[in-house]
């Protein structure tokens, strides 16, 4: 089952957790069940930064990009028998 949401809805809730995010760390309480979340946030965007910049990289191969996004979904997949939709092992 995939989820669609418009550009809209996923920037706004960015913006709205950033802030969240911010808040937080200006109380310097944050508890760690948010740190824990803000790791996550940050490990996701740091790969898809480097997967974006093997995409326009164009002497990258494309077994390369496969591996590096199959790893960051690996990574986000929550159940054991989930599989990643166009995976060669499907």
């Given at each position: 089952m995939r989820l669609v949401l418009s550009n809209?809805?996923?920037?706004?809730s960015i913006i709205r957790l950033r802030e969240?995010?911010?808040k937080l760390c200006e109380e310097k309480?944050?508890?760690k069940e948010w740190e824990?979340?803000?790791?996550?946030r940050?490990?996701?965007?740091?790969?898809?930064?480097e997967l974006h910049i093997m995409i326009v990289d164009r002497k990258v191969r494309?077994?390369?990009?496969?591996?590096?996004?199959?790893f960051i979904?690996?990574?986000?997949?929550?159940?054991p028998d989930e599989k990643?939709?166009?995976d060669k092992n499907d």
């Open positions: 809209c809805d996923i920037k706004d969240l995010r911010e309480a944050i508890p824990e979340a803000f790791q996550a940050d490990f996701v965007v740091a790969h898809l930064q494309r077994n390369k990009l496969e591996k590096k996004s199959a979904l690996e990574s986000l997949i929550s159940f990643i939709d166009g």
